[in-house]
C-alpha cells in the first residue's frame, strides 16, 4: 500500500485525454465486464427497469444503456438519458440508438442548453451507472 504524505488529492481524470480520445473503438472489446451479458445481466435485474425515466451517468458506447432503454420504452413515458464525459463515446452511443447521448462531468452535472438536449431534465425514477464512480477521483463523495 503506498502513502500519500503530502496529503495531495489524487489527479484528476476529468481531463484525462488518454481514455477519453478514442477509447469508444476499444472499449466494448477491452474491459468486458462493463459490456458483457453474464456481468450486466444481474445489475440490470437489479435495477428492474420498467417504463420509467433513467439517467445512465457514464453511458460509454451505450451498449448497456441501449439494453436498458429497451427494457423502459416497452410501454409509454420510458427514457433513457445517456451521459458520458468522453465525446467519442458519446458519439459511439449515439450510432447504438441513443441519439440525444451527451457529454457531462458527472462531478459537476448539468444538463445541455435545450438546442442540444431535448430530453427530460428533472423528474427520473432511477440512476444507473455500470464501471464510472472509480474514474470521479476529483470529487468521489459528490457523486454520490
Same mark, same amino acid.
Given at each position: ?6 496529503? &495531495?488529492?489524487?489527479? $484528476?481524470?476529468?481531463? !484525462?485525454? =488518454?481514455?477519453?480520445?478514442? =477509447? ?8 468486458? /465486464?462493463?459490456? $458483457?451479458?453474464?456481468?450486466? =445481466?444481474?445489475?440490470? &435485474? ?9 439517467? #445512465?451517468f457514464g453511458c460509454g458506447s451505450g451498449q448497456?444503456s441501449v439494453t436498458i432503454e429497451k427494457a423502459?420504452?416497452?410501454? &409509454?413515458? +420510458?427514457?433513457?438519458?445517456?451521459? #458520458?464525459?468522453?465525446? =467519442? ?10 441519439? &440525444?447521448? %451527451?457529454?457531462? !462531468?458527472?462531478? #459537476? %452535472? ?12 428533472? +423528474? /427520473? !425514477? ?5 464501471a464510472t464512480l472509480h474514474w470521479c477521483k476529483? !470529487?468521489?463523495? +459528490?457523486?454520490?
Amino acid at each position: 500500500m503506498t502513502v500519500n504524505p503530502a496529503k &495531495e488529492p489524487p489527479p $484528476s481524470t476529468s481531463s !484525462d485525454a =488518454s481514455f477519453s480520445q478514442d =477509447s469508444s473503438a476499444l472499449y466494448n472489446n477491452n474491459p468486458n /465486464f462493463v459490456c $458483457s451479458t453474464a456481468y450486466t =445481466s444481474p445489475v440490470l &435485474e437489479l435495477l428492474a427497469a420498467k417504463p420509467e425515466k433513467i439517467v #445512465d451517468f457514464g453511458c460509454g458506447s451505450g451498449q448497456v444503456s441501449v439494453t436498458i432503454e429497451k427494457a423502459v420504452k416497452q410501454k &409509454e413515458g +420510458g427514457y433513457v438519458a445517456a451521459a #458520458d464525459f468522453s465525446q =467519442s463515446m458519446v458519439e459511439k452511443a449515439r450510432t447504438k440508438g441513443l441519439p &440525444e447521448a %451527451f457529454v457531462c !462531468d458527472i462531478q #459537476d %452535472f448539468t444538463f445541455p442548453p435545450p438546442n442540444e438536449y431535448d430530453g427530460p431534465r428533472e +423528474g /427520473f !425514477d432511477a440512476v444507473f451507472t455500470n464501471a464510472t464512480l472509480h474514474w470521479c477521483k476529483r !470529487d468521489p463523495a +459528490g457523486v454520490i
